[in-house]
């Protein structure tokens, strides 16, 4: 046997080769070796390879090595094998779908909806249902898929995702081109489906951040939805949702582009593909060269999914015209003070602005169209000739159900939002007096009675200025209870508020039954005690037109309110309030409606009444003419108006004129760095109007009640009904006896005087007045208005509750003169 290459042969002579028991002897260098080990650091105790020529058995042979090298050295040996590739991919892939798989599984359905893609306009009406006076709120109404035209449906799949009834909600180009750019930072674009976009604009739970996170949530969700939708259930939530500029909402968008009676239905070819070419960019301008080409790419692709029904649209649809987007502001004129009011009510019912500007409620006013534009009209042309300095409200009411019919709040809602006829708290000096007639008849009393002409009884009472009530004519020492009321006598009402059971306390429970703030009275009665008989309590228009309705309903009062009914998807959500009591007897109504007629036939307000249309009322007007009305009622109507006069002024005393109707905060409303709404550069003060109760603000309310009466049937008041028995607080007058001139025929005895000294001739005004004094027949007296304005110590004087305050917005309440 050939012996191996690396053996070393053995020594002849050497024990070891002939016994085999022993060991070989060390070589030298073996022993040298070890030495060096032991100095060393062993790396191994591993043996170490022998080299050639050394002892020891022969070692395996080494691979075989190609020549040049080759084998798997160098950078070769870092490759994986094609196996070990493979292998990487199949379990990697497996992995992601694995995890996809969780996170799918995981992804629930979403069952929210966004409140705002769900927002609908709400509407406030006319009292007819049908004329509008605002909308309010996100321009969308949902339309069913079928109360849409085709042209619409197919417009916007064609433009935005073609494969709508293949895909199952998402396309895989549109997501690859998606991802993209979202891993590169440009803006997502064009690769949402129908779907996507439906979910993520319709339910809760989808975020509008452009993110994978987000994108890749979508997508789950647009699979699941398209699962659980039917493809028409998926494209009706998106027409109704999708945003088209100036609507949202198909349903609102056609009536914003193309007119207020058009609806989605009657949409054209053309017109569909306008609204489908403006989603992707709802801001363009309605003719933007942009917009024009996307229109044309629309109808394009309609033609080429549809050619059976489009094929000819290229050649035949022109650019649609569109209606001009109004600038003028939507709560112009009187609108906003209606709309206000609106609000104002049905947040005190718990229905807040944000919940009716998104729940698409259909909201009935009380409001007569015609009725308003006659308020507006009478009122203006009263007030001609004069400056903004004057301010004027009128309110009137339907006294049978409470409703408000008209109002007069101001001129402009934009410019002046404050409402004179909702916020203007005035005293409302004599035309208060009225409510203690009404108490003094309730408590027993006649018409028939006498009371103070002259002075009060007693003479002295709490409350009063220096010198006491008195009247700004003589009247004469005792007058009955109509002459007292048509010539709005101060002494007499006042004494008769004194002589009722409970006193003032018997004016206020009645007045409060009849719709007036408790508080507001009681403290008003705490201020100024017996000038609270002859108005000296702060009331708003409205206020009293819903009084006086106890007036003209038999005694009965409904509380006034603005709006009739509020109906949500053909459903009553809120009904109409009508609260109403009995305040009064009707007889006492009756009774009180006798000496107010007076007040028209013969009193303070002579010959400025209705013509044959039975009418009543009564005048009022403050110290120094600050303040001035007329309240006055049919059985049809209640109408309230009242005047008063704001002066602007500087901290020095110098007059600015008012910036509409407002007095300004800064100089000329310019920016300013001095002046603020907490240090205004002018404040309002109160000064004189210049004219009565008697004056403009009976004017306006004739003016008023002649347009709202026209076509209506004459109703009468009901008949006196003589109730009570009469109760002279002062004993009733004695009339003068006359001499009658010498007469040869008269034996001096007549055989019509009888014992009481009665003037037999008298035929007419027989109840005691005097000769110096005016009659219930006799004309008004010659300042033709108010009696008691030149007596200082009426009410209305300096003590003003409330405050207008200049400005864009109102404040409660104005301030009385100073």
Excluded at 289 to 313: C, D, S, V
Excluded at 592 to 618: C, D, F, H, I, Q
Aim: net charge neutral; proline share 8%.
């Amino acid at each position: 046997m050939a012996a191996q290459p690396y053996d070393e042969p053995p020594r002849r002579g050497d024990p070891a080769g002939e016994r085999g028991d022993q060991p070989p002897p060390r070589s030298r260098s073996r022993e040298e070796s070890r030495t060096l080990g032991n100095q060393e650091t062993m790396v191994s105790d591993a043996p170490r390879r022998r080299r050639r020529g050394q002892g020891g058995p022969p070692e395996p042979p080494g691979p075989p090595v190609k020549k040049g090298g080759g084998g798997r050295g160098g950078w070769r040996r870092f490759v994986p094998s094609w196996k070990l590739v493979v292998a990487g991919v199949v379990v990697l892939a497996a992995g992601m779908f694995g995890m996809v798989m969780v996170a799918y599984a995981n992804t629930p359905v979403p069952t929210t909806v966004q409140a705002e893609a769900t927002a609908q306009q709400s509407t406030i009406y006319y009292n007819d249902g049908k004329t509008e006076i605002a909308r309010l709120g996100m321009p969308r109404e949902s339309v069913k898929i079928n109360e849409m035209a085709d042209s619409v449906k197919d417009a916007a799949i064609a433009i935005e995702n073609d494969t709508f009834y293949e895909d199952s909600g998402i396309s895989f180009s549109g997501m690859a081109r998606s991802l993209y750019m979202t891993v590169t930072g440009q803006q997502l674009q064009g690769a949402s489906t129908i779907t996507q976009q439906m979910a993520r604009g319709y339910y809760d739970g989808l975020s509008q951040e452009v993110s994978i996170e987000r994108k890749i949530k979508e997508i789950f969700v647009a699979v699941k939805l398209d699962d659980q939708l039917t493809k028409d259930q998926i494209l009706e939530n998106y027409l109704n949702t999708v945003n088209f500029g100036r609507a949202y909402g198909v349903e609102a968008a056609a009536r914003a582009y193309f007119g207020k009676k058009m609806t989605a239905a009657k949409l054209s070819a053309a017109q569909g593909a306008y609204l489908a070419a403006r989603i992707q960019q709802p801001a363009w301008e309605p003719d933007s060269p942009a917009l024009k080409y996307r229109f044309n790419e629309t109808i394009k692709r309609m033609a080429e999914l549809w050619p059976e029904k489009y094929g000819q649209l290229p050649q035949t649809a022109k650019f649609p015209k569109t209606r001009k987007s109004t600038s003028s502001n939507s709560l112009g004129g009187d609108r906003g003070y209606m709309v206000r009011q609106v609000l104002n009510e049905l947040e005190a019912r718990g229905l807040t602005r944000d919940e009716v500007e998104s729940g698409g409620y259909k909201i009935t006013s009380t409001f007569d169209r015609k009725l308003m534009k006659a308020a507006r009209q009478a009122m203006k042309t009263t007030m001609q000739g004069m400056s903004k300095e004057f301010h004027g409200g009128l309110a009137a009411v339907n006294p049978k159900n409470g409703r408000v019919i008209a109002f007069y709040g101001g001129d402009n809602y934009v410019n002046d939002p404050w409402n004179e006829a909702f916020e203007s708290k005035k005293q409302a000096a004599s035309a208060f007096k009225p409510y203690v007639l009404a108490a003094w008849l309730q408590a027993g009393k006649s018409l028939s009675s006498y009371v103070p002409g002259n002075e009060t009884v007693p003479k002295e009472l709490p409350g009063q200025q220096k010198g006491g009530i008195t009247n700004s004519h003589n009247v004469g020492r005792a007058v009955d209870v109509v002459k007292a009321t048509a010539q709005s006598v101060n002494t007499a009402f006042v004494s008769m508020a004194y002589a009722l059971p409970n006193q003032l306390d018997d004016v206020k429970n009645l007045v409060v039954a009849a719709g007036f703030n408790e508080k507001v009275m009681t403290a008003d009665i705490e201020e100024h005690q017996y000038q609270f008989a002859i108005g000296s309590a702060p009331v708003t228009p409205v206020e009293q037109a819903a009084g006086y309705s106890i007036f003209a309903n038999g005694g009965k009062y409904t509380r006034y309110h603005v709006v009739q009914k509020v109906e949500q998807n053909g459903q009553v959500a809120y009904p109409e309030q009508q609260l109403t009591k009995s305040v009064i007897d009707p007889g006492v109504a009756a009774d009180s409606t006798v000496a107010m007629a007076e007040v028209l036939r013969s009193g303070t307000a002579s010959g400025k009444g209705l013509g044959n249309r039975p009418a009543a009322g009564k005048t009022g007007t403050n110290n120094d003419e600050n303040g001035a009305w007329f309240v006055g009622y049919t059985p049809q109507i209640s109408t309230a108006v009242g005047f008063y006069r704001e002066e602007c002024r500087t901290k020095s005393g110098k007059v600015v004129a008012p910036l509409h109707s407002n007095c300004p905060i800064t100089p000329k409303g310019k920016a300013s760095k001095k002046y603020d709404v907490n240090n205004p550069y002018t404040r309002p003060y109160e000064v004189s109007l210049g004219f009565e109760g008697a004056g403009p603000p009976t004017i306006a309310w004739q003016r008023f009640m002649l347009a709202a009466h026209e076509g209506k049937p004459v109703e009468e008041f009901p008949e006196k009904a003589e109730i009570g028995t009469p109760e002279n607080i002062v004993p009733s007058p004695t009339p003068t006896p006359t001499k009658t001139p010498d007469n040869p025929f008269d034996d001096g005895e007549n055989p019509f005087d009888d014992e009481t000294g009665d003037d037999p001739d008298c035929l007419i005004g027989c109840d005691g007045d005097t000769g110096d004094e005016p009659t219930i027949d006799d004309p008004p007296p010659a300042d033709d208005g108010f009696p008691e304005i030149d007596d200082p110590n009426v009410a209305g004087g300096d003590h003003g509750p409330d405050r207008r305050a200049a400005g864009p917005g109102p404040v409660n309440g104005r301030l009385e003169g100073q």
